[in-house]
């Protein structure tokens, strides 16, 4: 038998191609994909934007305050102050000192960055600056999708402050008992406070005499050096000790001393 015969060669390229109607068909089911992805992928887009933007504001408020729970305390902390705008958080604003240590090795003063390298535009997820105080003191605010700080539907706020609690608070309560000899707060006893201004120690510390209810500070969020003075016929017994105060909170602290001398309420 002749192969020509028994075999029908076949040319590849022969083949049909497709009908207009079956063109169609793969452009509506393309069409119908596109018009389901597109959208998806702009949701998509948008959450992670949203996701992003509320972990940012985090960060920059925990730059400002710290972690206090972990002993930091932030810009707030070491300068004494908020910052007047959020780049003083990046680049040591004019008018505040570097950091050094003072009274009882308590540090002070600017010791930035303060925010990493992803943060050196401070714009939120849709390419708008972040405000730190427009509405309220200490807030750190997104304008969010709408870039606008006017309406304030979707701005993205930390932390909220409702509207009857005022701005965030930058300082915080220090009531401080005193036992001498475990009596406490006896006559002659005096409390001073030191405290930071721009970064510096400031020279005069809040000050208290003998207050039968104890010693009650209001003073920045931070780490503060604590004197204890007390007085008695002649005998004179001192303690320095550090103290810690949280932003809008109040903390009670208990300092003991022993004296040579007899002490009375």
């Given at each position: 038998?002749?192969?020509?015969?028994?075999?029908?060669?076949?040319?590849p390229?022969?083949?049909?191609?497709?009908?207009?109607?079956?063109?169609?068909?793969?452009?509506?089911?393309v069409?119908?994909?596109?018009?389901?992805?597109?959208?998806?992928?702009?949701?998509l887009?948008?959450?992670?934007?949203?996701?992003?933007?509320?972990?940012?504001?985090?960060?920059?408020?925990?730059?400002?305050?710290?972690?206090?729970?972990?002993?930091?305390?932030?810009?707030?902390?070491d300068v004494?102050?908020l910052?007047?705008?959020?780049?003083?958080?990046?680049?040591?604003?004019?008018?505040?000192s570097?950091?050094?240590f003072?009274t009882?090795?308590?540090?002070?003063?600017?010791?930035g960055?303060?925010?990493?390298?992803?943060?050196?535009?401070?714009?939120?997820g849709?390419?708008?600056?972040?405000?730190?105080?427009?509405?309220?003191?200490g807030?750190?605010?997104?304008a969010?999708?709408?870039?606008?700080?006017?309406?304030t539907?979707?701005?993205?706020?930390?932390?909220?402050?409702?509207?009857?609690?005022?701005?965030?608070?930058?300082?915080g309560?220090?009531?401080?008992?005193i036992?001498?000899?475990?009596?406490?707060?006896?006559?002659?006893?005096?409390?001073?406070?030191?405290?930071?201004?721009?970064?510096?120690?400031?020279?005069?510390?809040?000050?208290?005499?003998?207050?039968?209810?104890?010693?009650?500070?209001?003073?920045?969020?931070?780490?503060?050096?604590?004197s204890?003075?007390?007085?008695?016929?002649?005998?004179t017994?001192?303690?320095?000790?550090?103290v810690?105060v949280?932003a809008?909170?109040?903390?009670?602290?208990?300092?003991?001393?022993?004296?040579?001398?007899?002490?009375l309420?």
């Amino acid at each position: 038998m002749k192969l020509s015969e028994t075999c029908v060669l076949r040319n590849p390229l022969s083949k049909k191609g497709f009908s207009l109607i079956e063109i169609i068909v793969v452009v509506a089911i393309v069409g119908i994909i596109t018009g389901t992805m597109v959208p998806m992928g702009f949701m998509l887009m948008g959450q992670k934007r949203d996701q992003v933007t509320r972990q940012e504001t985090r960060a920059i408020f925990k730059a400002v305050f710290g972690n206090p729970d972990r002993g930091t305390f932030g810009y707030a902390g070491d300068v004494g102050a908020l910052p007047g705008s959020l780049d003083d958080l990046i680049t040591k604003p004019a008018g505040v000192s570097v950091f050094a240590f003072y009274t009882n090795n308590v540090g002070y003063g600017w010791r930035g960055p303060y925010l990493d390298k992803q943060f050196s535009d401070l714009e939120d997820g849709w390419g708008s600056a972040y405000d730190f105080g427009v509405v309220k003191t200490g807030q750190v605010r997104s304008a969010g999708p709408d870039r606008s700080f006017h309406t304030t539907s979707d701005n993205i706020i930390y932390p909220f402050v409702s509207a009857d609690s005022g701005a965030v608070e930058l300082n915080g309560t220090l009531q401080i008992t005193i036992y001498v000899n475990n009596v406490p707060n006896p006559a002659g006893t005096t409390v001073e406070v030191f405290f930071a201004t721009n970064g510096t120690e400031n020279a005069t510390p809040l000050s208290d005499s003998t207050n039968s209810d104890g010693f009650k500070f209001n003073t920045h969020h931070g780490i503060h050096p604590v004197s204890v003075t007390n007085t008695t016929d002649a005998t004179t017994v001192t303690k320095l000790v550090n103290v810690q105060v949280v932003a809008g909170r109040q903390v009670a602290e208990d300092i003991f001393l022993t004296s040579s001398a007899t002490v009375l309420p």
